[in-house]
């Protein structure tokens, strides 16, 4: 393998801990290999090395470039994910009587049915508190609250009052207990339980934690951002007082907080763990050219968090192409060409922030046959519930006859939720659809609170209503439809989080203003929302950001960057400095995913594009680029002159590229007499490299040495102020 001077000082660490800020594409993975073939050559036995992975999919990846790369024959390092050790490790604690045994739950639809069993009992005397809690959305959140409370080492109690837990979600903290209860009963445990119970065990057993420490030299942790604290804890246990540990990662790439993630892990944790570690950067990328690097050194730097260190693209990277288009016509020509230039559309990936903003992008590709496929089967918008109700009202004002489809009928009535459970509401439409009429006294109704039975008669009386809008726009009908309902209220309250309720609400507004665009064709709208979606494996790959970290590809479109959307946030849900931070650096994270194209998409409405596009400096970064490339000595004004100078510097551009503040284009003057009593002085080298500081007509500034890599001296001057003297 071939590395870099910064890369073989990682692979050349002596003793003690160390932490490797690498920034994405940065070559971590041959740097970490190239470290463990490194610390065998030098006699370190194998079995004292630990690698820990994220995923079993990383592991594979590195287990097989290892056992390539290793000499034939040799025996080769642990390589595990944190699970699976802690699967090893909870066995050993069985054997040695420090934790009684249990059985490990693998399917996802056993936990469930134990959620559903437990909230059965706590709200048997709360029908409509029931009926919420048992839908699928609010069962997948109590099972996400159960895993972060063993992921976050914290009472249950605490952290749902600093969770952003939505209304109705108060039954989380019993449901959490009494889940525990019986699976203790039971004698099973869930896949978070692999992680929780051995530190739990091993904080009130010294014997057993002294058995496990010391037998470890080395441990070298991958996407070190993304651990969590049961993780960082069961790690600091693991290494005891003789490992060192190397945590490799890039705060900025922190993307997983939901699942207990912190950006800390790397900066002061680390230190409060393990104590002062060395420090190594991995500051070039080998996978986009200067545009993306300078965009996103622009856009993290915003953060307060956020590491001081520069992204530089390495010579010989491809030249990425930023493009921002406020209309989506850009993206369908953009894919005509690529495939006109004999590229496959699976080397094309839309990434967006949620599965919301996937919408707009999904019917314009149905609509132009561009085939695509998603990275998960099960988010295909156009068959989640909500959605396929939507086309449901608005097949109504097509065909009334559908008021007598009891099927029909409780499609509508389950989206958006009424709170009413799916056993009563099943015999109310099959009456309503046999009868016609609205039954005041049923034995569905008895029971039900007052609002229950207001909102559910209320329901009726619109969906009579709506085969006489036959001849409205889908638009009209849909923002109708929301209003009558008040679905937003709705969507907020049955969301267990509150991120989830604005998700839910801006794929209402997304799909409203698609009906705008189909006004002319109701029916065709319609179906494009009814019918099935196929995924076709040879085309464009919609995912989220986040379902694409770890992963490249030669064109990226990013969607959906709009305020409000992404940041996320609404006048009910603003956003918290913590949470502004966390998106940005989604975004930090999505744009790096490309490698020759990167198309930027928003929506075309005034003071909607996202404020993270300007943030980026895409502009800029296309100029300074293109300055590059000239390699000439008139730099464009750029508004950020100290971070383009530094990455100028960091790349070893010509000195002559270097900008000014005010984004003026520095003068290069031949003799230090050139300069004039007055003139503000940015950047100066004497031949003779000698430092004065000069005294203006009014304010003081400092002369800097620049050295050239060529050797030559220049004298750099402007008349733009000096903001501080060092």
């Known amino acids: 393998m071939t590395l870099t001077e910064q890369q073989q000082a990682v692979v050349h660490h002596g003793e003690g801990h160390a932490r490797v800020f690498a920034v994405a594409g940065a070559g971590k993975t041959s740097t970490m290999v190239a470290r463990v073939l490194h610390l065998m050559a030098v006699g370190t036995p194998p079995d004292r090395i630990l690698i820990l992975m994220f995923n079993r999919a990383a592991r594979e990846d590195f287990a097989a470039r290892l056992g390539m790369l290793a000499p034939a024959g040799s025996r080769l390092p642990q390589v595990r994910t944190f699970h699976s050790i802690g699967h090893r490790l909870g066995q050993s604690l069985v054997r040695w009587g420090a934790l009684p045994p249990r059985r490990l739950i693998e399917g996802e639809w056993q936990r469930e049915r134990l959620a559903r069993q437990v909230l059965q009992q706590l709200l048997v005397d709360q029908p409509a508190q029931l009926a919420l809690a048992l839908e699928e959305e609010r069962i997948e959140a109590l099972l996400q609250f159960c895993d972060l409370v063993k992921s976050e080492c914290l009472p249950p109690a605490r952290l749902h009052e600093r969770g952003d837990y939505g209304a109705d979600t108060e039954h989380f903290v019993p449901a959490f207990l009494e889940m525990e209860r ?13 992680l929780y119970r051995p530190l739990r065990a091993l904080i009130r057993d010294d014997a057993s934690r002294e058995r496990i420490q010391g037998r470890l030299d080395h441990i070298i942790v991958d996407e070190y951002q993304d651990i969590n604290e049961v993780q960082l804890r069961l790690l600091s246990m693991l290494a005891g007082h003789s490992a060192s540990v190397m945590a490799v990662g890039d705060a900025n790439q922190c993307i997983y907080e939901w699942r207990g993630a912190r950006p800390d892990a790397m900066n002061a944790r ?88 996937s919408v707009p992008v999904q019917l314009r590709l149905l609509r132009e046959n561009i085939p695509f496929q998603l990275g998960q089967q099960e988010r295909f918008v156009f068959r989640l519930p909500l959605v396929r109700a939507l086309a449901g009202y608005l097949e109504l004002t097509r065909r009334p006859e559908l008021l007598n489809d009891s099927d029909h009928l409780l499609m509508l009535y389950s989206q958006p939720s009424a709170f009413v459970s799916q056993e009563r509401l099943g015999p109310l439409t099959a009456e309503l659809a046999r009868t016609g009429r609205w039954p005041e006294q049923h034995i569905v109704l008895d029971g039900l609170k007052s609002f229950q039975r207001r909102h559910l008669k209320k329901r009726w009386a619109l969906l009579q209503k709506l085969p006489t809008m036959r001849d409205q726009a889908p638009a009209d009908v ?29 794929l209402l507004d997304v799909l409203i203003e698609q009906a705008g665009e189909l006004a002319d064709d109701p029916d065709a709208f319609i179906a494009l929302l009814k019918d099935p979606v196929v995924s076709q494996e040879q085309g464009v790959l919609l995912s989220t950001i986040h379902g694409a970290k770890g992963l490249e590809w030669p064109m990226v479109v990013l969607a959906g960057l709009n305020e409000e959307d992404f940041p996320l946030y609404s006048r009910d849900n603003p956003l918290t400095p913590q949470a502004l931070e966390e998106e940005r650096r989604l975004f930090y994270v999505g744009i790096t995913r490309a490698r020759e194209r990167l198309l930027l998409l928003s929506d075309p409405a005034p003071h909607r594009t996202s404020r993270f596009v300007e943030e980026a400096a895409w502009e800029d970064s296309i100029k300074i680029t293109r300055a590059i490339a000239a390699d000439h000595d008139a730099t464009p004004g750029v508004r ?16 002559s590229l270097r900008v000014c503040a005010g984004g003026k284009t520095p003068a290069v003057l031949s003799r230090a007499n050139d300069w004039q009593p007055g003139e ?5 080298v004497f031949g003779e490299g000698r430092i004065e500081l000069v005294e203006g007509d009014r304010e003081r500034c400092v002369l800097e040495v620049m050295f050239h890599r060529a050797g030559r001296r220049r004298l750099i001057a402007s008349r733009a102020p000096i903001e501080r003297v060092s």
């Open 478 to 506: 849909l923002s109708h439809v929301v209003d009558t309902l008040e679905a937003e209220k709705l969507l907020r309250r049955a969301a267990a989080r509150r991120d989830k309720g604005e998700e839910d609400i801006r």
């Open 640 to 655: 950020d002159p100290a971070l383009v100078n530094r990455y100028l510097e960091g790349i070893g551009a010509d000195a």
């Open 182 to 194: 019986q699976m203790h009963a039971q004698g099973v445990m869930t896949y978070a339980d692999l």
């Open 680 to 684: 503000q002085v940015r950047h100066a």
């Open 270 to 357: 680390f230190g409060e763990l393990f104590g002062a570690p060395t420090d190594y950067p991995l500051s070039w990328t080998f996978r986009h050219g200067h545009a993306v690097s300078l965009m996103a050194n622009h856009v993290i730097r915003a953060n307060k968090g956020a590491a001081d260190q520069l992204t530089l693209s390495a010579p010989g990277n491809p030249e990425t192409r930023v493009e921002h288009d406020i209309d989506g016509t850009r993206l369908v020509r953009l894919l005509g060409e690529w495939q006109a230039q004999g590229r496959d559309l699976k080397a094309c990936a839309v990434l967006v922030r949620s599965w919301a903003l």
